[in-house]
C-alpha cells in the first residue's frame, strides 16, 4: 500500500496568515500551493515552494477560481477560453517560481468550488485539462474517483489521479458533502485518522448516511486551512504508518 498525503498551503496573503506551512511540510509527502488567485502572495508562494524543495516535498499548482474575498469557495460562471487562461496562468506562475526555487510544479490540483463544480461540469472540467494540455500534458490532475475530469483528461492525453479527504464528509454517491451543510468538515483527529485508515486499507468511506462507499485513491488530504490541522495530519500520518502504508509522493 502506497498512499501519497497532500495538503493545500502557501494561503497566507499579504499581513495575514493562514495554517502553519512549515509544521504540515515536515508531515505531507505533496504540497499543494495556492496560485494567488484564491489565496497567496509572491512571497507565500516563493517561501512555500522554497520550503517544500528543502524536504523533497512534491509541488503541486492549486489552481482556482479568482475570488480572494471568498477564498475560492463559490462557483463562478466562465467562458472556457477565460478559466482556461486564468488556470495556465496561475499554473506557469507557480512554476516559475518553484523552479527559481529549485524545484517544479509537478502535478495540478483544483481549489474549492473549481475542484467540486469540474468533478460534474464537463465544460469547466475541459477548459481546465485544456490549460493543463497546453502547458504540460505530462502533469497528473488529482480529483474525485467518480469526477468527469477523468473522461476529461482521457481524451487530452492528461493523466488524472484520485484523491480521497480525510477530514471532509462524503455523499452516498462518492462526492463531497458541501461545505454549508453541518458536519461536512470533520475535526475529531482520532475519527480523520481513522477514516484515512478505511481509506488506504480497506478502499471504502463511511458516507454521510452510515453506507460503505468504495473509495479508490492514491493521494489523501488534510486540509492546510482548518484549525487543528497540523495535528490532523500528524494524527493520518500516524495512523497510515502504524497500518503498514508506504507514504510516498504520486510524482
Known amino acids: 500500500m502506497v498512499i501519497d498525503l497532500n495538503a493545500d498551503l502557501g494561503e497566507g496573503y499579504g499581513i495575514w496568515r493562514l495554517g502553519d506551512d512549515t509544521a504540515l511540510l515536515d508531515i505531507v509527502t505533496s504540497a499543494n500551493v495556492a496560485c494567488g488567485f484564491h489565496a497567496g502572495d509572491p512571497v507565500t508562494i516563493r517561501r512555500t515552494c522554497a520550503a517544500a524543495v528543502d524536504r523533497g516535498v512534491a509541488i503541486g499548482a492549486q489552481v482556482s477560481y479568482r ?19 486564468e488556470v495556465l496562468y496561475q499554473l506557469a506562475a507557480v512554476d516559475g517560481i518553484a523552479r527559481a526555487m529549485g524545484g ?33 500534458p505530462s ?4 480529483t474525485l474517483p467518480g469526477s468527469v475530469v477523468h473522461e476529461a483528461a482521457a ?10 479527504f480525510a477530514d471532509r464528509a462524503y455523499t452516498p454517491a462518492g462526492m463531497l458533502v458541501p461545505r454549508r451543510e453541518p458536519g461536512a468538515v470533520i475535526h475529531d483527529v482520532a475519527a480523520v485518522a481513522a477514516r484515512a485508515r478505511q481509506m488506504a486499507v480497506e478502499g ?29 495530519a500528524q494524527g493520518v500520518r500516524d495512523a497510515l504508518l502504524a497500518a503498514g502504508v508506504v507514504l510516498q509522493a504520486f510524482t
Do not use: W
Request: glycine letters at 6%; one cysteine or more; charged letters at 25%.
Open 67 to 85: 475570488d480572494l474575498a471568498h477564498f475560492g469557495r463559490r462557483e463562478m460562471e466562465l467562458e472556457p477560453e477565460e478559466l482556461c487562461a
Open 104 to 136: 517544479r510544479v509537478s502535478y495540478v490540483k483544483p481549489h474549492g468550488a473549481l475542484y467540486n463544480r469540474i468533478c460534474r461540469d464537463e465544460v469547466q472540467a475541459a477548459a481546465v485539462i485544456d490549460a493543463v494540455a497546453d502547458y504540460d
Open 139 to 142: 502533469l497528473p490532475v488529482l
Open 155 to 164: 481524451a487530452a492525453g492528461v493523466p488524472t489521479v484520485n484523491e480521497a
Open 204 to 232: 471504502s468511506v463511511t458516507a454521510s448516511d452510515g453506507s460503505s462507499v468504495p473509495l479508490t485513491a492514491r493521494s489523501i488530504c488534510v486540509h492546510g486551512d482548518t484549525p487543528d490541522a497540523v495535528l490532523l
